[in-house]
Each structure stands twice: as C-alpha cells, then as structure tokens.
C-alpha cells in the first residue's frame, strides 16, 4: 500500500537505498526524541540534558534531515528529465499529497502532544519547497541564486525571535512550542542543491541505469524501507508513542 503517486517499477535502487538509511536513523532519533518530549517539565534535575543531545544521536538526526531534505530536490530533477510534459502536473499532484498527509500529522501530534505537537514538520515544508522548485526549474542557476539567497536571509535573521507562526515558518526563532520544525529558510538551499546536482551535474541516465550498492538481501531491505518512507514516517510518531507508554511504560 502507498499513501502517494509514485510510480514503484523503474526507480533507482541506491537512491531508495539511501532514503531506507535515513528513514531508519530519523526512527532512531524520533524514539529519544518523544523519550525527552514526554519527561515532566516540573522536575529539575542538575546535570541532566537531553537524550537527543548525545553526539551519536544528534548526528543521527541531522543525516536523516541532510539526506531526505538533499534527496527531494534530486527527485525533482529525476522527475522532470523522465517525463517534462507532465512534470509541473505531477508535482502539484504529490504537493497536494503531502499537504494533505501533513495536516494529518498536525491532528495526530495535537491529540498525543497537546501543545507540542508537529506545527511545521518535514512534510510541510517539502509540500512548500517543491512547488518552489518546481516552479523555477526552467532556469536552475537562477533557482540556485534564489536558494542561496533565501539561505543568507535565514543566517540575517534566525537569532531575531518570532511570537509568530509564520515568523517560525519562514525561519526567525521560534517562540513557539513545537516539535519537528522545518523552517522554509533554513532547508530550501540543500533542496535546491540537490535539484541542482540531478539536472546539471549528474547525467540523468546514470542515476536511472546505473546501481553502485551491491542487491544482496541486506540492502533490498533497506531499499524496500526507502520506497515507503513516506508510509513508514506517517504512522511511526504513534506506533513509537504507543510501545513507550505500553510496552516499555516510559
């Protein structure tokens, strides 16, 4: 089952791969994650930081955040050069599907997290970033000023606190008590980097014809994990939440 347009035959298998790492490392992270989400705020206890502070699993967070965020904008390009007459259509298809998906992990969150729920997470600011994308794809220098532009506003401004949603959105910090924040700002320059590499630095007929992982049963099983990381992403915040307060009673 799929929860998105996505054509599964014909896809590269090392970029599925490499999607399957990262949805598994951001699990990891995601599970220390709601570990320190739901500790009492009222207890102090001196010395204590937080479990997603721990180097290896902050580094396991920012790769899953690097590899999904880079991925997507290599997608793009990969869309665009496999079929540029239905290109636009497509994307605004998937965008609206992952606006969609996004809203239901707005509701989920709100009713496990109350307060701290997912108020901009991945799946919003990919469903944002995309038409961006896709938008200015016909002219990918000019897409790349533009992200390096919107970066260097986000380094002017990201210490200028926001009472905002939209301040957060776009990237100034955030006095808002949330979880999951993907600032547009912050991520669209590494999105556009890697629509950038896919249509004007790789050759598109070696990303589609060409596989450097070795297809044993190890890495068909974390390819498998890439091809539904929307899936695996859409119902891993409740499945991780239910095993802490059922099974492992955290």
Known sequence: MTL???????????????????IILMVIYHWYSLIDLQKDPNVRCTGCKRLTSRPLIDIAGHTARFIFIFLMGLSISISKQKDPVKFEERQMKRSIY???YAIVINITTFVIFKDKYVRFGILHYMSFGMLIITYLSFNPQLLLMFGILIYLTYLSIRKKQSNTLAGTIFGY??????????????????????????SEIIDYKSITNTNYISQNWFSKIINNIGKYSLEIYMFHWVIIYIIQKCVVKL
């Open 173 to 198: 910090k955030s006095n808002i008590n949330t979880i999951d924040l993907f600032p547009i700002s912050k991520w669209l320059l590494l999105s556009i980097l890697g629509y950038y590499v896919g």
């Open 4 to 22: 998105y347009p996505k054509n599964m035959d014909n896809r590269n298998f090392d970029i599925d791969f490499v999607r399957g790492i990262a």
């Open 98 to 100: 992952l606006a969609f």
